[in-house]
């Protein structure tokens, strides 16, 4: 056997040993972690999420980079010092979103209703229940997304569609979190999409986050900031399909720890239309104008725009 195969196969047996040594070392990491910051109270983690923030701010890395591309090309209108102050609080938010969420999944039932302070716009949601065609719940990448989804599961009986997780352990901890107040999970598969039809039929609620890149085939392309944005089609579909109504929510995260204000607002009948293109920009345009209004708490760290149309320029460098 040549030399160079032996160094490969060497070469690789290590790398498969370190993998396993790091993942064996990861997972009770954070299972730390989510154990020791669950215990925090909610203005203890947002005082860390701002420190956490901070730091990825100042650190120049990618998230920094995407998320002032992103605010760039969306909000044009803001002056420079505008955007950059924007890129810095957004960045801030997300620190806080990335520490909250082990006492979000893990913390006390009892102070996890404290920190709900105000829900604005119920009573679409039982309105629309009364029709017996279940509900389906819109939720952006916006503000405390995960409590949007605790809070809704804790009143009705809900599924919420999710992409699960490459690493063994922490899938369970994102299950155990978000099932926590009993809602199920659907993976975002086939399969998922015949349970999420299923559950309107029973009359449940579905919730789904739809702001993201579904990837080259997996939907179309809608306006998002006036900006051509692979856009994701389930929602249309289903509620084409099924003729359930809709909801658009967030949780707006309040400034120094002291909670939580929800926000819910009924969809327009359009976002369930039949001509899908026209359905989803109205989608793309309502979630656009829900970000609108605390612009600072959206994740604009994510590469929303990544596929592009044909023949176009890539939009991150």
């Known amino acids: 056997m040549p030399l160079f195969q032996v160094h490969r196969r060497k070469l690789m047996r290590k790398s498969g040993l370190l993998k396993r040594f790091r993942h ?7 299972r730390f972690a ?10 203890q983690s947002h005082r860390l999420g701002v420190l956490l923030g901070w730091c990825l701010w100042r650190s120049k890395g990618e ?3 995407v998320s002032a591309r992103n605010i760039a090309a969306c909000l044009p209108h803001l002056t420079l010092p505008e955007q950059a102050a ?4 957004s960045l801030i938010e997300t620190g806080k979103a990335m520490l909250e969420v082990p006492l979000l999944w893990n913390g006390p039932a009892a102070r996890f209703d404290q920190a709900i302070v105000a829900v604005h716009g119920l009573q679409y ?24 989804g605790l809070f809704l599961s804790q009143r009705y009986s809900m599924a919420t569609m999710y992409r699960p997780s490459q690493l063994d352990g922490v899938d369970d901890l994102i299950k155990a979190g978000r099932t926590r107040f009993g809602a199920a999970l659907i993976a975002a598969d086939l399969r998922g999409v015949r349970q999420l039809y299923q559950a309107l039929k029973k009359g449940n609620c579905l919730g789904v986050l739809p702001d993201q890149d579904p990837g080259r085939n997996g939907g179309v392309f809608a306006p998002f ?3 051509p944005a692979n856009s994701m089609t389930l929602v249309s ?18 400034a120094k720890g002291e909670g939580y204000e929800i926000f819910i607002y009924p969809a327009p009948v359009e976002v369930g239309g039949d001509n899908e293109a026209a359905a989803v920009a109205c989608m793309n345009n309502m979630l656009e104008k829900i970000i609108r209004e605390c612009p600072e708490q959206y994740q604009w760290s994510y590469q929303r725009f990544k596929t592009r149309p044909a023949g176009e320029a890539k939009f991150y460098q």
């Open 34 to 43: 989510f154990r020791w910051a669950a215990k925090l109270s909610l203005p």
């Open 225 to 227: 900031f006036g900006i």
């Open 63 to 65: 998230m920094r980079a």
């Open 86 to 89: 924007l890129v810095k609080s």
């Open 237 to 254: 579909r289903i509620l084409n399909k099924s003729d359930a109504p809709a909801i658009f929510t967030f949780a707006k995260r309040l």
């Open 24 to 30: 064996r070392v990861r997972l009770p990491l954070v």
């Open 125 to 148: 949601v039982d309105d629309a229940l009364t029709q017996g065609k279940g509900l389906v719940m819109i939720t952006p990448h916006l503000g405390a997304w995960e409590v949007a």
